[in-house]
Nanobody, 117 residues
Framework: QVQLVESGGGLVQPGGSLRLSCAAS????????MGWYRQAPGKQRELVATITNGGSTNYVDSVKGRFTISRDNAKNTVYLQMSSLKPDDTADYYC???????????WGKGTLVTVSL
């Protein structure tokens, strides 16, 4: 059974930092590209950051320079380090795993990040 379990969400003040984690099981982690998506109330789900199995990264413009995606294949975990957080970063954050060769696609249940005073 494939599971992606996010953790690390919570309440943080503007300008603060938070690190999200996504632990994967039931997949051969090194074969998968990983991504973080977010969805704010009343808005569509948005791709935030991706990292390939080779370590190449991409970010949505609004988080460039503030967020860093990374992966630890030994721990089957992908991270999203978030800094200089803004109220507009408030959203449910979802972990995604994608295997290009088979088009397999999996999602976590999400973790809530709230940026507020």
């Amino acid at each position: 059974q494939v599971q992606l379990v996010e953790s690390g969400g919570g309440l943080v003040q503007p300008g603060g930092s938070l690190r999200l984690s996504c632990a994967a099981s039931g997949i051969t982690f090194r074969f998968y590209a990983m991504g973080w998506y977010r969805q704010a109330p009343g808005k569509q789900r948005e791709l935030v950051a991706t990292i390939t199995n080779g370590g190449s990264t991409n970010y949505v413009d609004s988080v460039k320079g503030r967020f860093t995606i990374s992966r630890d294949n030994a721990k089957n975990t992908v991270y999203l380090q978030m800094s200089s957080l803004k109220p507009d970063d408030t959203a449910d954050y979802y972990c995604n795993a994608f295997r290009p060769s088979t088009r397999a696609d999996y999602w976590g249940k999400g973790t809530l990040v709230t940026v507020s005073l």
